[in-house]
């Protein structure tokens, strides 16, 4: 009789063991490639220095963002911002500079340019998203 229950309880052991390892593979192939909701990730960035004294840098951001908001830029790095602030184009809202920058909207409201007191100057504009 106690045979049988060594038997069972090492069998319903290596059950539960088997499980657990399946259960972790799926939640690992599940979360793989997946951000965290409220993240972004920068996906290429390119920079062309061809030009003197002048860089031009394109990147392409993933993000993950709750309801209501987008992908936007906070201190320089991509991130989730209030839908509201990209639609109406106040860019300046979603606070894209570095510390220590002043942000202004380009004339026509197509991107923002960060200024900083030894007179760099970044211009940023977004590209419209692409449709789906």
Not at 43 to 49: F, G, H, K
Not at 83 to 93: D, K, T
Request: with cysteine; glycine share 10%.
């Amino acid at each position: 009789m106690q045979s049988g229950v060594k038997t069972l309880s090492a069998g319903g052991g290596a059950s539960l063991c088997c499980l657990l390892l399946l259960w972790l593979i799926y939640s690992h192939l599940l979360r793989e490639g997946q951000l965290v909701v409220g993240t972004c990730e920068i996906v290429m960035l390119n920079r062309d220095s061809s030009v003197p004294r002048r860089t031009i840098a394109r990147q392409t951001a993933r993000c993950a963002c709750r309801r209501g908001q987008i992908a936007g830029t906070t201190r320089a790095r991509p991130a989730c911002v209030d839908a509201r602030i990209v639609r109406s184009r106040q860019w300046c809202e979603m606070a894209p500079c570095l510390e220590g920058e002043l942000c202004s909207l380009l004339f026509n409201r197509s991107g923002w340019t960060c200024t900083k007191g030894s007179g760099r100057i970044k211009t940023v504009t977004p590209l419209p998203k692409e449709p789906s």
